[in-house]
């Protein structure tokens, strides 16, 4: 299990997280993870972080516990991190393989 949020908005709590299955289908939707349209970069991305957890919740709620969260910047920074996760252990080595490919190219 990669890292999670834990944000309490009202009297709920939120738990965010991302996978390969969200990460794939957010990006199947035209999701980008850069900076040319930060604005909906950053809604997007949290947006996204409910998908695993709080499919249901629909966008006018996530704004507004977006609205209300502090510290932003390290919100956004923390999601992106997240984000990254499972397309790092997608690229990354089996454990217990040595440096010898178990492919070649002909």
Known sequence: MGKQIVLKHGDREYTLEFNRKVVERMERNGFEIDTDKPYTMVTTLFRGAFQMHHRGVDND??????????????????????????????????EGEDENPTWKLI
């Open 61 to 94: 709620k996530i704004q507004e516990i977006w609205d209300a969260q502090n510290k932003k910047e390290d919100l956004l920074a923390a999601l992106v991190q997240m984000y990254m996760e499972p397309i790092t252990s997608l690229m990354g080595d089996a």
